[in-house]
Nanobody, 119 residues
Framework: QVQVVESGGGLVQAGGSLRLSCTVS????????VDWYRQPPGKQRELVAG???SGVKSVTGRFTVSRENAKSAVILEIDSLNSEDTGTYYC?????????????????WGQGTQVTVSS
């Protein structure tokens, strides 16, 4: 099956930058869209930034979503980190998978990667 895994989180200092990765693995699938979400403790998940599956780079304020072809990964770059960026970051991948000639839609979430910004 198609799998989604986030990585790159950890304890970081305010004012710095952070790079998170979302790797998608499997077979016979195509990606329609990738979104990054952030969920602070005790709060709902909120959309941070996203990009169509065919995209190369998308910039939204302090957030940049890009594709790293060599590693088959989608990258989220966060600049000027602050305490509001603390939370668990999830990668949501929507696409199609070809199973025995039939195209099936999928909507998958990774396990999340924790980000804690210290001031």
């Amino acid at each position: 099956q198609v799998q989604v895994v986030e990585s790159g989180g950890g304890l970081v200092q305010a004012g710095g930058s952070l790079r998170l990765s979302c790797t998608v693995s499997g077979s016979s699938f195509s990606i329609d869209h990738v979104d990054w979400y952030r969920q602070p403790p005790g709060k709902q998940r909120e959309l941070v930034a996203g990009m169509p599956g065919s995209g190369v780079k998308s910039v939204t304020g302090r957030f940049t979503v890009s594709r790293e072809n060599a590693k088959s990964a989608v990258i989220l770059e966060i600049d000027s980190l602050n305490s509001e960026d603390t939370g668990t970051y999830y990668c949501n991948v929507r696409g199609l998978r070809n199973i025995r000639g039939t195209l099936l839609q999928f909507n998958l979430w990774g396990q999340g990667t924790q980000v804690t910004v210290s001031s």
